[in-house]
C-alpha cells in the first residue's frame, strides 16, 4: 500500500506517494528524476549511489525513503549554485580525476562530507572518507588530489569571507 512521504531534497520538499519497500535511490532517480546517484552493485558496497543524509554519506541503494523522511537529503544536483560548480565538482574536472564518470557522484558526496567535518584534511583521511566508494577505470591518485584541492580552495575562499 502506498503512503505519502515528505523527503527533503536538496533544499525543497517534495511529497511522494510510495511503498515503503522503495530504496531512497529509487525514489531519487524515478519520482524526483534527479539521476546523479547511480545504482551499480545495489547491495551498498561500492558507493555510486552516494547521497547525504544530515550530511553524513549513505547508500541510497540500501536505504528506504521512508527511513529518511524529514530528514536533510543532499545529492550531486544540489551541489552547484547558481550555475557555478561547487569547487569539488570543479577539482574533479581540472584534476581528471574521472574517466567513465560512473563513480564520480558518489566520490564527490563522500569528498563533500569530509570537507564539511575537516576542512584540512590528510591525504590518508582522504583514502578513508572514499574508501566506501570503488572506482573500476582510474586510479585514486587523481581523485586523491581533486579532493586535496578543492580542500585547499574552500578554505581560501573562507578565509577570504567568499560565499
Given at each position: 500500500?502506498?503512503?505519502?512521504?515528505?523527503?527533503?531534497?536538496?533544499?525543497e520538499?517534495h511529497?511522494?506517494?510510495?511503498?515503503?519497500?522503495?530504496?531512497?535511490?529509487?525514489?531519487?532517480?524515478?519520482?524526483l528524476?534527479?539521476?546523479?546517484a547511480?545504482?551499480?552493485?545495489?547491495?551498498?558496497?561500492?558507493?555510486?549511489?552516494?547521497v547525504l543524509?544530515?550530511?553524513?554519506?549513505?547508500?541510497?541503494?540500501i536505504t528506504?525513503?521512508?527511513?529518511?523522511?524529514?530528514?536533510e537529503?543532499?545529492t550531486?544536483?544540489?551541489?552547484a549554485?547558481?550555475?557555478?560548480?561547487?569547487?569539488?565538482q570543479?577539482?574533479f574536472?581540472?584534476?581528471h580525476?574521472?574517466?567513465c564518470g560512473f563513480c564520480?557522484?558518489?566520490?564527490?558526496m563522500?569528498?563533500?562530507?569530509?570537507?564539511d567535518?575537516?576542512?584540512?584534511?590528510?591525504?590518508e583521511?582522504?583514502r578513508n572518507?572514499?574508501?566506501?566508494n570503488?572506482?573500476?577505470?582510474?586510479?585514486?591518485?587523481?581523485?586523491?588530489?581533486?579532493?586535496?584541492?578543492?580542500?585547499?580552495?574552500?578554505?581560501?575562499?573562507?578565509?577570504?569571507?567568499?560565499?
Open positions: 500500500m502506498k503512503r505519502s512521504v515528505l523527503l527533503r531534497v536538496n533544499g520538499t511529497e511522494v506517494f510510495i511503498t515503503p519497500s522503495r530504496t531512497l535511490l529509487e525514489v531519487l532517480r524515478h519520482d528524476h534527479l539521476t546523479g547511480k545504482e551499480a552493485c545495489g547491495i551498498g558496497a561500492c558507493g555510486a549511489c552516494s543524509v544530515n550530511g553524513k554519506p549513505v547508500n541510497s541503494c528506504l525513503a521512508v527511513e529518511v523522511e524529514g530528514q537529503i543532499e550531486i544536483e544540489g551541489l549554485e547558481a550555475g557555478n560548480l561547487h569547487p569539488l570543479k577539482a574536472i581540472d584534476h580525476a574521472f574517466q564520480t557522484p558518489g566520490m564527490i563522500a569528498a563533500k562530507a569530509l570537507l567535518r575537516n576542512p584540512e584534511p590528510t591525504e583521511e582522504i572518507a572514499i574508501s566506501g570503488l572506482c573500476r577505470c582510474t586510479g585514486y591518485g587523481n581523485i586523491t588530489n581533486a579532493i586535496l584541492s578543492a580542500a585547499e580552495k574552500m578554505r581560501k575562499k573562507e578565509s577570504s569571507g567568499e560565499r
